[in-house]
């Protein structure tokens, strides 16, 4: 069975951080691309960040630019998110994806064969 599985949520407080690890399992992720999208109440889903196989490029959305940074250890069948600053709008649930997108379609979640189950992230004081 093929699975992601991400850890890492919790509350934190405007200007904190947070680190989301996002695992798979059932077979190796190694050759796709891989991606996170948040959930907020009452919204659509939305992209967040991605990156390629090879780790060489990677996407943000503009509001997280120069606040997170998204990794990956290929060994470890695995995704990160490191999240600084954080602010009450990054509020949601945080899934990590994984496939093989269209090279012009990278933030569309169609793109993507394989979800995790999500992990809440809430900023608030």
């Known amino acids: 069975q093929v699975q992601l599985v991400e850890s890492g949520g919790g509350l934190v407080q405007p200007g904190g951080s947070l680190l989301l690890s996002c695992e798979g399992s059932?077979?190796?992720?190694?050759?796709?691309?891989m991606a996170w999208f948040r959930q907020a109440p009452g919204n659509e889903r939305e992209f967040v960040a991605a990156i390629s196989w090879t780790a060489v490029t990677k996407f943000y959305r503009d509001s997280v630019k120069g606040r997170f940074t998204i990794g990956r250890l290929n060994d470890k069948n695995a995704v990160y998110l490191r999240m600084e600053d954080l602010k009450p709008e990054d509020t949601g649930v945080y899934y990590c994806a994984a496939g093989d997108p269209h090279p012009a379609a990278w933030k569309r979640d169609r793109e993507y064969d394989y979800w995790g189950q999500g992990t809440q992230v809430t900023v608030s004081s």
């Open positions: 059932g077979r190796s992720f190694g050759n796709l691309a």
